[in-house]
């Protein structure tokens, strides 16, 4: 056959869970004088809707059984679907066997990944995988020389338009675009049943891990002009980036949603029951986070730690964007504002921001979950659980002659929190629950402690302070100080307490270190490296 040929569309098998637009859809293929097939639910919809439908088990000749488990699985229905129409011995079999050529399949699966995502039990999740649809979406595919398959409700208005103006036919390339789409939903969807079976299975380090998402959104580009992107999802529900609302401003970027997901995925640490939190992200990495009795002023105290590259940032807040907040952030040029909600006033000030773009999510998402995080290498990817670890004050061990008061446990906490979000080697001074100097993704830990201390002087040359802001702070540090130069840096800048994991080799050198620089010092026994 020559590919290039139209096939005419005569019969087509409809068999769906998800029957947003279906009505219309039935309707306009009866109108088109195309014979409809389907099964059970589906079937008793196109008939309240007063369509003519054939059911499948008078096609096969087998009534449903099974609980609806054996319903499609009969030559009849695969025999439709396979057969080669231009092979003579194929023609011959229907002929013999009485099938009949099944046209157009139109099916979507069982919502397994709904039902995962809203805590089903295990035999509830296990009843919810589809066989009978896959299988038939896979045989579509395979002979889409022949067979138009639709597994997207977005796909139903365009396959509609085709037949219509083409005399009940469709084109070989929609049907190969169409065949593609379907073959990557029944790939989604059984990477969805073995991700979550892996994670029904204690300890198991699957031999096969299969990714998969929905297409978002096409980007204009990806971290640079030269290179193409796209966003795809992966269908969870947890409030952040992927499912915000956006309310204004020009489309997102590559570099905004990533630096977008990073400042939200922090700023989600500090929950809304201990008060307002700011965080501004600039590549990713923190150049301000701050607590506050307001969101306004959490916003300033951050914007304070590093004014210069605050500018084109991005802003996210743990509550509710109010309009004085608004009013302050507009006041610099701001990429990304992302919150759980915003007031009509502040959607008020910021229209006037055309540029800027505001994101609301409906919650934060819970920085505890366990989730898989993903990176992919050359001819493979990095596969390990989220950094989800946290310290009590139970788990700190004081390991100098000076102990932290309470006010330095409390910006010990803070800093620590902020530092597993800063690109190793991290350093993150802070003082009243406020970074006041950030250090990130230098190749030694001096040269991460020895920039922080930097930027605080900045900060109180921008705030006119007599002396640096790192004065009088805590330190915190992802992982252990090898030598304790990076730790005397930091009392050389004023820092009076240090929080580390520990576990170096040098342990008693760093600490006699500390000792004698009057510094307290405690212990975390847990980094966080963060490449």
């Known amino acids: 056959m020559d590919e290039a040929q139209p096939v005419q569309v005569r019969r087509a098998l409809i068999s769906v869970s998800d029957k947003t637009g279906?009505?219309?859809?039935?309707?306009?293929?009866?109108?088109?004088?195309?014979?409809?097939?389907?099964?059970?639910?589906?079937?008793?919809?196109?008939?309240?809707?007063?369509?003519?439908?054939?059911?499948?088990?008078?096609?096969?000749?087998?009534?449903?059984?099974?609980?609806?488990?054996?319903?499609?699985l009969h030559p009849m229905v695969h025999g439709g679907l396979l057969a080669l129409r231009d092979n003579s011995e194929h023609l011959a079999a229907m002929e013999t066997h009485g099938i009949h050529g099944i046209d157009l399949l139109v099916v979507n699966l069982y919502p397994f990944e709904e039902t995962v995502a809203?805590?089903?039990?295990?035999?509830?999740?296990?009843?919810?995988?589809?066989?009978?649809?896959?299988?038939?979406?896979?045989?579509?595919?395979?002979?889409?020389?022949?067979?138009?398959?639709?597994?997207?409700?977005e796909d139903y208005e365009r396959t509609l338009e085709e037949l219509s103006q083409n005399d009940c036919t469709t084109r070989f390339a929609l049907r190969q675009e169409l065949a593609q789409i379907a073959y990557a939903r029944t790939a989604a969807y059984d990477a969805a049943v073995s991700t979550w079976m892996a994670g029904q299975i204690e300890g198991v380090t699957p031999r096969r891990r299969v990714f998969a998402g929905t297409l978002q959104q096409s980007l204009r580009y990806g971290e640079n002009p030269h290179q193409s992107a796209a966003f795809y999802v992966d269908g969870q529900s947890h409030p952040g980036v992927s499912s915000a609302v956006q309310h204004q401003g020009k489309e997102l970027s590559y570099n905004n949603i990533n630096d977008t997901d990073a400042a939200f995925r922090l700023v989600s640490e500090f929950a809304p029951g201990e008060g307002p939190a700011c965080a501004i992200i600039k590549h990713a990495n923190p150049c301000g986070v701050a607590r506050?009795?307001?969101?306004?002023?959490?916003?300033?105290?951050?914007?304070?730690?590093?004014?210069?590259?605050?500018?084109?940032?991005?802003?996210?807040?743990?509550?509710?964007?109010?309009?004085?907040?608004?009013?302050?952030?507009?006041?610099?040029?701001?990429?990304?504002?992302?919150?759980?909600?915003?007031?009509?006033?502040?959607?008020?000030?910021?229209?006037?921001?055309?540029?800027?773009?505001?994101?609301?999510?409906?919650?934060?998402?819970n920085p505890t979950n366990e989730s898989l995080s993903v990176r992919q290498v050359a001819c493979g990817w990095l596969v390990q659980d989220d950094d989800i670890g946290r310290v009590g004050p139970r788990d700190l061990k004081i390991v100098t002659k000076k102990a932290p008061t309470e006010d330095q446990l409390a910006d010990m906490a803070f800093a620590w929190t902020i530092a597993k979000h800063v690109k190793s080697n991290a350093i993150v001074y802070a003082k009243d629950g406020q970074t006041v100097g950030i250090g990130a993704g230098q190749?030694?830990?001096?040269?991460?402690?020895?920039?922080?201390?930097?930027?605080?002087?900045?900060?109180?040359?921008?705030?006119?302070?007599?002396?640096?802001?790192?004065?009088?702070?805590?330190?915190?540090?992802?992982?252990?100080?090898?030598?304790?130069?990076?730790?005397?840096?930091?009392?050389?800048?004023?820092?009076?307490?240090?929080?580390?994991?520990?576990?170096?080799?040098?342990?008693?050198?760093?600490?006699?270190?500390?000792d004698q620089a009057g510094l307290a010092m405690v212990f975390t026994g847990m980094r966080h490296f963060k490449h």
């Open 118 to 153: 809203g805590g089903a039990n295990y035999e509830t999740a296990i009843e919810n995988i589809d066989i009978g649809g896959p299988a038939m979406i896979r045989a579509a595919s395979k002979n889409h020389r022949f067979v138009t398959v639709v597994v997207d409700v």
């Open 292 to 365: 506050g009795e307001t969101f306004a002023q959490a916003f300033s105290r951050a914007f304070d730690c590093d004014r210069t590259s605050a500018f084109g940032g991005i802003v996210a807040l743990n509550g509710t964007l109010d309009e004085e907040t608004a009013k302050a952030i507009s006041e610099i040029f701001t990429e990304v504002v992302i919150a759980p909600d915003a007031t009509d006033g502040a959607k008020e000030v910021f229209a006037a921001k055309k540029n800027l773009r505001l994101l609301t999510t409906g919650g934060l998402p």
């Open 22 to 72: 279906l009505i219309e859809f039935a309707t306009g293929l009866a109108g088109l004088g195309i014979e409809l097939i389907s099964t059970g639910g589906t079937a008793r919809a196109l008939r309240d809707a007063g369509l003519e439908v054939a059911d499948v088990s008078d096609v096969t000749g087998f009534p449903e059984m099974m609980d609806g488990r054996v319903k499609t």
């Open 443 to 514: 190749m030694s830990r001096l040269d991460s402690s020895t920039i922080a201390a930097i930027k605080a002087g900045r900060m109180a040359e921008a705030l006119e302070l007599p002396q640096s802001t790192a004065v009088g702070s805590v330190v915190a540090s992802d992982a252990f100080f090898p030598f304790a130069d990076g730790l005397l840096a930091a009392a050389e800048a004023g820092a009076e307490a240090i929080i580390q994991p520990g576990g170096s080799m040098r342990d008693d050198e760093v600490i006699a270190a500390a």
